[in-house]
């Protein structure tokens, strides 16, 4: 089902450079300049759209566009339902992994 809450875990605890690994050869190209995550904004095609890792937000200092998951998405031409629909299993794919990199590992039985 989907939630206000649901919407707002898109958008914030899914970071959009996750999303554009996840989309691959369909999403925008992106690299880490300056230590920020930076991507071809779909708007205007320059490599301006960079990512505030505070808000999860991207915003195109070109065009001045801003951008969220799901915006992006929907500039790719994802129906809105099934843009949720795909972002809610990237993000529980994504949340999984990282809760396997915090779990405690067993200690070794070398000896």
């Given amino acids: ?19 554009i690994a996840a989309l691959g050869r369909e999403g925008p190209p992106g690299k880490i300049s300056e230590g920020y995550f930076r991507f071809v904004c779909p708007h205007c095609g320059e490599m301006r759209a960079t990512v505030n890792p505070k808000n999860n937000l991207a915003h195109c200092f070109c065009c001045q566009k801003n951008w969220n998951n799901i915006d992006l998405l929907l500039t790719l031409d994802y ?12 993000l529980t794919q994504y949340q999984a992994q990282q809760a396997r990199k915090k779990a405690p590992h067993a200690p070794s039985a070398h000896k």
């Avoid at 089902?1 to 999303?19: E, H």
């Avoid at 129906?79 to 990237?90: C, P, S």
């Fill in 79 to 90: 129906d809105f339902r099934a843009a949720v629909a795909l972002l809610e299993r990237w």
């Fill in 1 to 19: 089902m989907m939630t206000k809450d649901l919407l707002r875990r898109i958008r914030n605890d899914l970071p959009m450079p996750v999303t």
